[in-house]
């Protein structure tokens, strides 16, 4: 559904974005991960035509049968928050402070053609599809008067509201504290209808996405289904963004974990860390949603 291909983004003489190329089938969620300034971002604004003034875009990027990249703006504008839409970090910028919520969600679709008693009620469905308690309340506040996460769900009603075919995250619960956080990274896993999920934190790619591409100095460094990337990295960087992250790098001996420890060698189905602890005797602690793909990654290592 989507492809880009040797996208490369400049300013002036500097290539801060080198022959980046990757797909995204329907209904495919794709984390893009790396460390900061690594261009992360940047690609995904080549592919919204929001580059900063002065930064430029070459290469291919088709949405279907829609080229994005190197189309005059009119052409973009009109896919952008149709076809395709994002979520950026702090949704305090992209809102305006001096509308109210509902009218803002309204807005974008009648933007894009539909009456405006239509998109009023569709926009408060939307903010019950986003699971705002008490939409119609939502519906007539400020900005202001919602919470980090609320605001964060408005905007994803913002970008769900013309049914997009991919939607774009950047960081979105960057902000936001953890249990808040978990329970917007359940809906975006839930509602995206194609994602591409932009994070430097790698316990929330295992949590939403299939797939992952690593970025490193502007380039797509490594890339494959989570669970490959995570237990077989083959590039040095993503060994050691794995052993920074909070997941368990091989080899860590971790605390020993007294109580009721499950059998020696026992793995869930499908544990992404079955291999990375080869020390002792290990086992994956069964608690859901501590790293996405089920499970914990503590390891039970024998008493010293
Ligand atoms: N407007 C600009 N002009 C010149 N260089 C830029 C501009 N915007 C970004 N860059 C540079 O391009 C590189 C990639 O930036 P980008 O924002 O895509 O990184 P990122 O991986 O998204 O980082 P972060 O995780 O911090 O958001 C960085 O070196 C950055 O300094």
Redesign the pocket.
């Given at each position: 559904m989507l492809s880009v291909d040797g996208l490369t983004v400049r300013?002036d003489s500097?290539e801060?974005?080198h022959q980046v190329s990757f797909a995204i089938a329907p209904g495919e969620r794709v984390g893009l991960i790396?460390?900061?300034?690594?261009?992360?971002?940047?690609?995904a604004l080549s592919l919204m035509g929001l580059l900063?003034e002065?930064?430029t875009a070459s290469g291919t990027a088709r949405l279907g049968e829609r080229d994005l990249v190197g189309v005059p703006e009119s052409r973009i504008k009109d896919l952008r928050g149709r076809e395709l839409s994002m979520v950026f970090q702090e949704p305090m910028t992209a809102l305006n402070p001096l509308m109210r919520i509902g009218a803002q969600v309204a807005e974008v679709m009648t933007l894009h053609g539909r009456s405006s008693p239509e998109a009023r009620a569709r926009a408060l469905d939307l903010l019950g599809r986003v699971r705002l308690p008490d939409p119609e309340q939502i519906f007539r506040a400020y900005p202001h008067q919602l919470s980090g996460g609320q605001r964060q769900r408005v905007m994803l009603a913002i970008a769900l509201a013309n049914e997009p075919r991919l939607l774009i995250c950047?960081?979105p619960t960057t902000a936001l504290d953890v249990t808040v956080q978990k329970q917007m990274l359940e809906l975006i896993a839930e509602v995206a209808p194609a994602l591409l999920f932009?994070t430097?934190d790698l316990a929330v790619v295992a949590s939403v996405c299939e797939r992952v591409l690593v970025?490193y100095g502007?380039r797509v460094v490594e890339s494959g289904p989570i669970r490959e990337v995570f237990t077989r990295p083959r590039h040095r960087y993503t060994e050691g963004l794995l052993a920074a992250s909070k997941l368990t790098p091989r080899g860590t001996r971790l605390p020993t974990i007294q109580g009721n420890v499950p059998p020696a060698g026992h793995f869930p189905d499908g544990c992404v860390f079955r291999n990375r602890c080869p020390q002792a005797t290990t086992a994956c602690e069964q608690v859901p949603a501590l790293t996405g793909d089920g499970h914990a990654h503590a390891c039970w290592h024998p008493a010293d």
């Open positions: 300013a500097a801060l974005v790396g460390e900061s300034g690594s261009g992360k971002s940047l690609t900063p002065g930064v950047d960081e932009i430097h970025m502007g």
